[in-house]
């Protein structure tokens, strides 16, 4: 094992936190994968923050040196739920169907020494891909994980490593936020003026969705949560180096012409003016979604995958907008429903 960069001499001591829910088939991967890096063992702790599964994901986790936790809620709540228990200088989050390679944590850590930072997030490769969606899914997710700058305002927590008591100060995670809370996450840690730093030599294996419609589920409730993001972060609308621009004006494009669409069936007068704008709107998509498939291929230089990286980007931005229109509904609901309140 390398020198640790640390004044100490030594590694610092790490917590794992890995929220499951129904994650039998992929955590025995996973804790393998941690309790085989290249780390001192003593210096490792693995927390299992459970919500309440029912396929023996609990009965697998207890075949490791792993402390488990039954907690209700979503991942931020159940981060929350520990972090006062937390006694390491660092925490390490890691979905439960990802894999760490052996020198993650080192590579991690010895960035964090060197740059001064308070957390850092690595590259996300695919962990053998056994279907056609997810290998698509994996490669585009990779393409913008290449281009990544090294200093980032936020990442996913599939694979981040952050100053325990830095998480603690900006208050830990937000409990109102199902999915994105890493966006909220980011967002806190610079407010409070910590840097993140993208990790590119640091890789984990990700299990991504296997189906289409698995994918389609998933970026649905990421939209449907953006509302409520973007309420209390509207500069997650202009987008960031995960997600840029042009990935968050689609469902707004596409929002807009739905709208198009619903008022030329309500004034047949306005059909001919209202459908050259609409499409003026899906020449403006075609070519993101084109352009970002090209590119994608050109780097793996795969052409069978064009289509499915074509076909990704569509069903994206379609779950998205639709997300979106169930959270403003949901959104719109609530605040009714607590003007009758007030009135009550």
Not at 146 to 174: H, Q, W, Y
Not at 236 to 243: C, E, N, P, Q, R
């Amino acid at each position: 094992m390398t020198q640790s960069p640390f004044g100490t001499g030594e590694w610092p001591a790490v917590t794992f936190l890995i929220p499951t829910l129904n994650s039998a088939e992929t955590l025995t991967g996973c804790l393998q994968s941690i309790f085989e890096l290249d780390y001192e063992m003593g210096q490792i702790r693995v927390w299992i923050l459970d919500g309440m599964s029912t396929d023996g994901t609990v009965e697998l986790a207890k075949d490791f040196d792993v402390r488990v936790f039954r907690l209700g809620g979503n991942p931020a709540v159940a981060y929350n739920s520990v972090l006062s228990n937390v006694t390491t200088p660092f925490v390490a989050l890691v979905d439960s169907d990802a894999m760490v390679d052996k020198s993650w944590l080192r590579i991690m850590l010895t960035r964090l020494a060197d740059t001064d930072s308070d957390a850092a997030g690595s590259r996300i490769l695919s962990a053998s891909p056994d279907t056609f969606w997810a290998k698509a899914i994996g490669r585009e997710l990779d393409d913008r994980y290449s281009r990544l700058p090294s200093s980032v305002e936020r990442i996913a927590t599939t694979c981040m490593v952050l100053n325990t008591e830095v998480l603690r100060k900006i208050g830990g995670f937000d409990e109102d936020l199902p999915t994105g809370y890493d966006w909220a996450l980011g967002y806190e840690l610079s407010k409070g003026g910590s840097r993140i730093v993208f990790v590119p030599e640091a890789v984990v294996f990700h299990s991504h969705r296997r189906s289409l419609s698995g994918y389609a589920r998933q970026q649905f409730a990421y939209g449907r949560d953006a509302v409520r993001l973007t309420r209390r972060w509207p500069k997650a609308l202009s987008g960031d180096a995960v997600t840029p621009w042009w990935m968050t004006v689609q469902p707004v494009i596409l929002l807009a012409i739905a709208l198009l669409v619903i008022v030329s069936l309500a004034i047949p007068q306005l059909l001919i003016p209202l459908a050259g704008i609409a499409l003026g709107g899906v020449s403006v998509l075609l070519p993101i979604w084109m352009g970002t498939a090209i590119r994608a291929v050109v780097r793996t230089k795969d052409v069978r995958s064009f289509a499915g990286l074509m076909t990704i980007g569509v069903v994206r931005a379609e779950a998205w907008t639709l997300g979106i229109a169930k959270g403003v509904v949901w959104m719109i609901t609530a605040a009714m429903r607590a003007v009758r309140e007030d009135g009550d």
